[in-house]
């Protein structure tokens, strides 16, 4: 897609065309470029309707004023630019040209001045671009850190204007080709995601610079050992994704786990509210419930499928590489059409193109997601990589499992703390079947969830790579699932609001859940309230007769039988009254008792 920007500054002569390269609603702001000299200019908008609105209104063309920040001048009164209606970015009305940052990067003046890395023999100087980012980021926080580099949140800033958030993974290489080269391939395969994918994360830019080597080494006393040295480091600048990683979200906000991070204040407090919950008796049952689980599935899945269309394997899926484009609230619903928010899979460190061999140090992803016909045991130092076993699409498809193992129970089925042989051990001879998967959500009191999830998982984690399904297969089955369940809560509440409105009220995820795991394991136990239902309308009926006809007006009793029958048909009442007749029928039986009792004996007195 492109934006063409014309009106006045175009008059027909093509060495003046603009296009613009960058449109952010926040600021209402546009970078343009001129095509002719490759001159980036930023004007911001004083007048005419606000540019996102617009878009979003899928009006292609609008009248505009903007101002050029730094000479004050109104330029481009009439200025009209022309969007793809269904690019993405413009349904968000931000956007941002492909090869933005590229070309601010040909416009850094510092860009020729490379003597501070004259010195370095591997790298070639040519490939630094001294300053760029001082000159256009500003460091907002540290997001985290991986084995190969730290990610940060960073603004882009031109001419003191803010234009937008990202993620910066700063990779420290130092003079050394080797970890260029693994750096320079995890960009590769980013930047084969030419199209904007929902859910994969995509890349902006990558340059190399010096930076400060800060944090890297520490010498005993915890000083930092190269605080003043400057190193170089690959920078790949991506989409920023605000709700962090599913892992962190998973342990803490599903399963209520202490990040290792967290103050003590904070645990104490989080442990009191959970002591508190207990002793109320309103502590709720964890995990996610089935619609949330189908839903960051199909989203995996969805990425998966997409990389395994461009023939790229993965190698590294796990929960802390799949992030969230918005924050996870357990007490949110509803997140646009999805029960949860949506998930991208991000760090492409260690993908590769399918069929090209391993590499013969025989690395591999994270262990405990990693499938057991790729793990090494006893690898002999020179086996050649042709003789290594190869990683698969198949083997991504197990990473898949694992993660949807993670979701479902907030832990994996290895023990902790096991030696690398030990867990390779593991992992090699794991067994998950249906049933243990059954068992296991029994035994750890969760959220009820459609049993079809256990198959899934079960399938996936297969032994044998053949069985499991492709990631197109997944995210049809997960479609099917989500329809089903959809129907059968539409149905569900069809008889509810005809039934009763006030249950259907009340009627929660979890319930639907609920309802959806009864009808699919085909054990039709019927819920408490329907059981009453079936139970004590008929006999409460029964008894009030009997009452009734037994005593007429000479007691209180056939007036609270019939006060109580009419409550047991109220579906807020009907557990209470259901106690309440059989306290009554008691109460009858007994009089009943103690009256023949009464009677015979009267009858042994007269005899
Ligand atoms: N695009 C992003 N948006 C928001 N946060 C991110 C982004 N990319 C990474 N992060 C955060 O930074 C952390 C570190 O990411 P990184 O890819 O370097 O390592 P990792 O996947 O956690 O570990 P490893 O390198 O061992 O695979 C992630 O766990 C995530 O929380």
Known sequence: MSLVLYGENFNGDPKSAQNVVLRDPNSRSLVVMNQASGEISLVRQIRGPRIDSKISQNRPRLLSSYLCPQC????????EYESSPQSPESKSGSFVHRNYFKLLEQNNPYRSQQSCIQGLSAIPS????????RRFFRELSLLGSGARGSVYKVEHVLMDNHLGVYALKKIHIGNDLSW???GMKEVKFLSSLTHNCTNLITYNHVWLEMASASGIVRASDGQDALDSEQIPCIFILQKFCPGGNLEEVIEKKVFGRFADHESSDERKRQFRLKRAEREAGTSKRQGLTTSQ???IIYDIASGLKELHQMNIIHRDLKPSNCLLSEAYDPDKLLYGEKSF???????FGESQICGQLRSATGATGTLEFTAPEVILVNTKAGNMSASLPQFTFQSDMYSLGMVCYFLTFGELPFMNDLSLPQLKDDIKSLQIDKKFL????IDLQLLPIDPKIFDLIEILLSANALERPTAAMVTNTVRELMGEIRRSSDSQQSILSSADIQDQDQLSDSEMDESALHESTSIKTPEPSSLSRYLWDPYSLAISIFTVYRYGRSSYLPFLSVFLLGMSFRAEYRVRSSVLVAILSSVNLAILLIGTQLKSASVIELD
């Open 126 to 133: 040519t490939l630094f671009t001294p300053g760029y980012y």
């Open 180 to 182: 260029l080269e693994l």
């Open 293 to 295: 689980l189908l839903s």
């Open 438 to 441: 059954l068992r296991k959500h």
């Open 341 to 347: 928010p949506n998930v991208m899979i991000g760090d």
């Open 72 to 79: 004050g001048t109104e330029v481009g009164t009439g200025f």
